[in-house]
C-alpha cells in the first residue's frame, strides 16, 4: 500500500487480524485510531466497521477467522504483540495452497498466541465542534506548530476557554494532553520509517530527545525503542 492508501468504513463477517509486515498501519474504529508498527496487531471482531490506511508505505497482511471455528472472544478491537512465530504464522495462513488439516493446526498455534499487548497505542480522538475540528486537522498536519490556544482561537473564531472546553468535552482530553498525542502519533510513524530519534523528536515539536521519551513512556508505559520492541517480547 502507497502512503495515503485508504479503505473506507467497512465491516466483515468474520473476524480479522490487521498486521503491517513492513510500514506503519492507522486503523479507525469509530472515534478512535490505532496506529500499528510491525510490531503490533489489530484484533478486529466481526461486524465491526473500521477504516484502514497506510500512514507509510506498508505491506498489509490479515488473517480472516470464521468465528465459530474460534475460540478468542474478544468483542472490541484489541492489539496483540506480534512476536518471530505470530510473524511467520499471518503469511503461512494466507497461502490460498495450504489444505485444510495443516490450515486447521497453523490456526490453533495462532490462537495460542494471541495475547493482549501491555501497551497502548496511541489514540487521537477528534473534537466534532468545526471550530475545534479545524485546529485539530491543522495539528495533525503539522505537529510542531507552537501556537497556543488564544492565537488559534484568533485563526478559527473562538476564545482560548471556548476551544479548550471543546476538546475536553468533545475528546475527554485538555487540549495540552490532545496535542501531546498528535505530536507522539506522528514520532511513532516516523521512527516506524527508522529516521533517528533526534531528528524525530524536532519533527514532531521536541526541542530535546529526552523530552520526547519522557513523553511517550507517559502516554504508553514503555519508552520508544521498548514499544517497537513489544512484539519480539511478548505482552508484559
Given at each position: 500500500?502507497p502512503?495515503?492508501?485508504?479503505?473506507?468504513?467497512?465491516?466483515?463477517?468474520v473476524?480479522?487480524?490487521v498486521?503491517?509486515?513492513?510500514?506503519?498501519?492507522?486503523?479507525?474504529?469509530?472515534?478512535?485510531?490505532?496506529?500499528?508498527?510491525?510490531?503490533?496487531?489489530?484484533?478486529?471482531?466481526a461486524?465491526?466497521p473500521?477504516?484502514?490506511?497506510?500512514?507509510?508505505?506498508?505491506l498489509?497482511?490479515?488473517?480472516?477467522?470464521?468465528?465459530?471455528?474460534?475460540?478468542?472472544?474478544?468483542t472490541?478491537?484489541?492489539?496483540?504483540?506480534?512476536?518471530?512465530?505470530?510473524?511467520?504464522?499471518?503469511?503461512?495462513?494466507?497461502?490460498p495452497?495450504l489444505?485444510?488439516?495443516?490450515?486447521?493446526r497453523?490456526?490453533?498455534?495462532?490462537?495460542?498466541?494471541l495475547?493482549?499487548?501491555?501497551?497502548?497505542?496511541?489514540?487521537?480522538?477528534?473534537?466534532?465542534?468545526?471550530?475545534?475540528?479545524?485546529?485539530?486537522?491543522?495539528?495533525?498536519?503539522?505537529?510542531?506548530?507552537?501556537?497556543?490556544?488564544?492565537?488559534?482561537?484568533?485563526?478559527?473564531?473562538?476564545?482560548?476557554?471556548?476551544?479548550?472546553?471543546l476538546?475536553?468535552?468533545?475528546?475527554g482530553?485538555?487540549?495540552?494532553?490532545?496535542?501531546?498525542?498528535?505530536?507522539?502519533?506522528?514520532?511513532?510513524?516516523?521512527?516506524?520509517?527508522?529516521?533517528?530519534?533526534?531528528?524525530?523528536?524536532?519533527?514532531?515539536?521536541?526541542?530535546?530527545?529526552?523530552?520526547?521519551?519522557?513523553?511517550?513512556?507517559a502516554?504508553?508505559?514503555?519508552?520508544?525503542?521498548?514499544?517497537?520492541?513489544?512484539?519480539d517480547?511478548?505482552?508484559?
Amino acid at each position: 500500500m502507497p502512503r495515503g492508501q485508504h479503505f473506507d468504513e467497512h465491516e466483515h463477517d468474520v473476524h480479522q487480524l490487521v498486521w503491517a509486515s513492513a510500514g506503519v498501519l492507522g486503523v479507525d474504529v469509530e472515534e478512535h485510531e490505532w496506529v500499528l508498527p510491525p510490531t503490533l496487531a489489530l484484533w478486529i471482531p466481526a461486524g465491526v466497521p473500521h477504516a484502514t490506511t497506510a500512514t507509510r508505505p506498508a505491506l498489509m497482511r490479515s488473517v480472516y477467522l470464521l468465528p465459530e471455528r474460534c475460540p478468542v472472544r474478544w468483542t472490541r478491537p484489541t492489539v496483540v504483540s506480534v512476536g518471530p512465530l505470530l510473524r511467520e504464522l499471518i503469511p503461512h495462513l494466507g497461502d490460498p495452497d495450504l489444505e485444510q488439516g495443516p490450515r486447521r493446526r497453523a490456526e490453533a498455534v495462532l490462537f495460542d498466541l494471541l495475547r493482549p499487548v501491555g501497551v497502548t497505542t496511541i489514540e487521537v480522538p477528534m473534537p466534532t465542534d468545526e471550530r475545534a475540528l479545524r485546529v485539530a486537522h491543522a495539528l495533525i498536519a503539522s505537529p510542531a506548530d507552537p501556537r497556543a490556544l488564544a492565537e488559534w482561537g484568533r485563526d478559527v473564531g473562538a476564545s482560548a476557554r471556548t476551544l479548550a472546553r471543546l476538546f475536553s468535552a468533545q475528546t475527554g482530553l485538555s487540549f495540552g494532553r490532545w496535542r501531546t498525542r498528535v505530536r507522539l502519533r506522528a514520532g511513532l510513524e516516523h521512527m516506524a520509517a527508522n529516521r533517528p530519534l533526534a531528528a524525530v523528536a524536532r519533527q514532531v515539536g521536541y526541542t530535546t530527545p529526552s523530552s520526547f521519551v519522557a513523553a511517550f513512556r507517559a502516554e504508553t508505559g514503555r519508552t520508544p525503542g521498548a514499544y517497537f520492541a513489544a512484539g519480539d517480547r511478548g505482552a508484559r
